[in-house]
């Protein structure tokens, strides 16, 4: 969906919807460690032993001249959406984990975590409840700086009126498919149709604040009879933009839930729109110096913008959807947001019905280089982008996961992770290597001088005992090299939220309850 999403954290307590409403700029009182459930003091606080760091070879991924450094500045890491970093995670040395919960007893769970190149601080798009925000964070104290309350989605209003939550926990809309500028300015399209640049700075008073430096209403470029509060249940059509980034030559793309694509063009307000016929998209999307790549619940689409703005589809390959949607997804059709390759290849995977295939293409004409089947027959599905690095892909096994309600105490997934490689002739790919891990619903991570892939996972048991652990694993081997307790019970699923290793070497986990942090100790 890479999907974020969805963490969305999609409204989560039920009755504690319109509580802690929270102002622009407002800093609230955090509620200090997220609590754990029955059980932390009957399993392994660590298991396994430090990691040796062994780069994973390959070329770095070049930097969008219009979006913050490689590493720090979307959910993705990167223009690429590649979702490795060009620094070291934790190795596992004298691990400590640590979490921060929001005040009043609202979850608090972070769908994107970037990092500020100038100030350090962490920008992450949040829910509180069932309301969504901006946080600035200490990286350090996973303490609120500032915060800016953000609309709540239609989705949300109705999940919450209805109590059906299906539709909340499958929607990517509502602002965590952000990024950061090269001002560190988060790019951020609302659920009230405005895409905005925040700005992020101290003032008069010595505090820190959010500030919106820009603001572009959508609103009439899309269908807007949308659920509020006042009016869950409208007749006409609601088309939320799900995904923002910007292409190479500044220009801001969105696209939407039904297949609408657009441009803004930050210089000028001027936006141009194009939409996909009978075609849905739940993703994000990765942008290259050659053009945009989209993939629909149909296909994989490359796009650039013509002289006025205007996108332009210059190919289109379809892939097998399958026949419906699997556990473990959120609509039918791939779940990954494109991951590009170098300069020639983009990959995906697709939604087909016995086994799932990781799926290279040519950027230049959308030609399939390759598939490889991945996981057991009848139980494979992914939900999240694929990590993409030099020759190797790595894809994890999402199958049966729904979402936090669904999960049984003491249950699991299939499980499963693997990592696939481009031959070295680039006209087939190969698997390397299997793992067994059962890393849910996070979005997985690559650190490139570590060498290590990191997982969020969780082991079925017998004695109920729900418990979450960051894991480590080799990426030239498929070995688990540790495992670190983040916390037990439900408050520490992550609910589709991604790992996010930050420029010091931690690697945050948004959860249910609020964030997670594990760090190395000297």
């Not at 990592?419 to 979005?443: F, I, P």
């Amino acid at each position: 969906m890479s999907r974020i999403r969805r963490y969305l954290a999609a409204g989560t307590a039920v009755g504690t919807v319109m509580a802690g409403v929270l102002t622009a700029g407002a800093t609230p009182a955090n509620a200090g460690p997220v609590p754990d459930g029955p059980g932390k003091w009957l399993v392994p606080k660590y298991v396994g032993g430090p990691a040796t760091p062994r780069p994973l070879p390959g070329q770095p991924v070049p930097a969008n001249p219009h979006q913050g450094p490689v590493g720090l500045s979307s959910m993705h890491a990167d223009s690429y959406a590649s979702d490795t970093y060009p620094f070291s995670g934790p190795l596992g040395r004298r691990p400590e984990a640590v979490s921060e919960a929001k005040a009043g007893g609202l979850p608090g769970l972070c769908s994107t975590v970037t990092f500020a190149k100038d100030t350090g601080l962490i920008v992450a798009q949040c829910t509180q409840g069932a309301n969504f925000m901006l946080r600035l964070i200490d990286p350090k104290t996973l303490q609120d700086l500032a915060t800016y309350q953000l609309p709540p989605r239609p989705s949300t209003v109705q999940a919450v009126v209805s109590a059906d939550f299906d539709k909340v926990l499958t929607d990517t809309s509502g602002g965590a498919y952000y990024y950061l500028d090269g001002q560190d300015r988060a790019v951020l399209a609302d659920s009230a149709f405005h895409l905005r640049r925040f700005a992020h700075d101290k003032g008069p008073d010595g505090k820190w604040r959010f500030t919106v430096t820009d603001d572009w209403d959508l609103s009439g470029y899309l269908p807007n009879d949308c659920a509020t509060w006042t009016n869950p249940w409208p007749k006409g059509e609601c088309d939320p933009i799900t995904s923002v980034g910007p292409d190479w030559g500044g220009l801001i793309w969105w696209i939407s839930r039904n297949g609408r694509i657009g441009t803004v063009d930050p210089e000028t307000g001027t936006v141009k729109t194009i939409r996909l016929d009978g075609e849905g998209i739940q993703n994000s999307f990765a942008t290259g110096a050659d053009g945009v790549s989209i993939v629909s619940d149909h296909a994989l689409y490359k796009l650039r913008a013509a002289a006025d703005g205007t996108p332009e589809i210059l190919w289109r390959t379809p892939y097998d959807r399958g026949t419906g949607r699997k556990p473990g997804q959120i609509d039918q059709g791939s779940g990954s947001t494109p991951t590009m390759l170098g300069t020639e290849y983009v990959a995906i995977t697709d939604n087909a019905d016995d086994r799932m295939h990781v799926q290279v293409h040519r950027r230049e004409d959308g030609r399939l280089v390759c598939k490889v089947p991945v996981f057991g027959s009848g139980a494979s599905a992914t939900d999240n982008s694929l990590v993409g690095y030099g020759n190797s892909l790595f894809v994890e096994n999402n199958y049966g996961y729904r979402n936090f309600f669904e999960l049984a105490p003491g249950g699991s997934t299939v499980g499963g992770v693997s990592r696939v490689d481009m031959d070295a002739d680039g006209q087939g790919c190969h698997t390397v290597w299997e793992s067994k891990e059962r890393s849910l619903s996070t979005v997985p991570k690559v650190s490139v001088p570590a060498g290590l892939l990191y997982l969020y996972t969780k082991e079925p048991r017998r004695d109920l005992i729900d418990a979450w652990y960051l894991t480590a694993v080799d990426v030239h081997t498929g070995k688990t090299v540790y495992k670190v307790l983040t916390g037990t019970g439900k408050w520490f699923d992550n609910n589709w939220a991604p790992i996010t290793l930050g420029p010091d070497g931690t690697a945050y986990v948004g959860v249910v309850g609020g964030l997670v942090a594990v760090r190395d100790r000297p």
